[in-house]
C-alpha cells in the first residue's frame, strides 16, 4: 500500500472509531493534499477537485476541510491561508485531533513542513507562559524562514 492509501485507510479509521462520516468528498479533498508536499488554498484544491467533479463549488471545499481540520487530519497555515494534510504520523491517530502543530515555512516558495517540536521543548515554553500565568493553545506555531532550495539559489 502507498503512504497515501495508508493515511486515506487510517483517515478513514479515525472517522469510524469517532462515529464521524468519511464521505467521498472529504476523502478526495484529504488525498488532494496528501498527493502534494506543497501546501494548497482552497482554490487550488478546489481546482483539483474540479477535474474529478466539474460542477463542484467553494463551499463544499470548505465543508470539507471544516470537518477535516476539526478532526485534525489537515492542518491551515494561517500566514499563507492555506492547507496541509497532517504529518503527525499514521500510529497517532488518537492524539492527532489534540496536538499542537508546528512548522517550518519557506517565506520564499511557500513550502511548509510540519516538524514536531521535541517534547522537553514544548514542555519548557509551556513552563515559561506559565510563568507568566499565561497558557498556550493549539494554534499552529509558523516559524518562518527560508528552506533549504531557497537558501541555495539565493
Ligand atoms: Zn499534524
Ligand atoms: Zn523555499
Partial sequence: MSTIKQALAAAEHTCRERGVRFTPVRRRVLAILLERPQPLTAYQILDHLRT???????????????????????????????????????????????????????????????????????????????GHGFHIGKRPLELHGLCRQCRSAA
Avoid: K, M
Wanted: aromatic share 6%.
Fill in 52 to 130: 474529478a467533479q466539474p460542477r463542484a463549488q467553494p463551499p463544499t471545499v470548505y465543508r470539507a476541510l471544516d470537518f477535516l481540520l476539526h478532526q485534525g487530519l489537515v492542518h491551515r497555515i494561517e500566514s499563507t491561508n492555506s492547507y496541509l494534510a497532517c504529518n503527525h504520523g499514521h500510529d497517532h491517530t488518537g492524539e492527532r485531533a489534540a496536538h499542537w502543530p508546528q512548522f517550518l515555512l519557506c517565506d520564499e516558495c511557500g513550502d511548509a513542513r510540519e516538524v514536531p517540536l521535541a517534547a522537553e521543548l514544548q514542555h519548557l515554553l509551556a513552563q515559561l507562559a506559565q
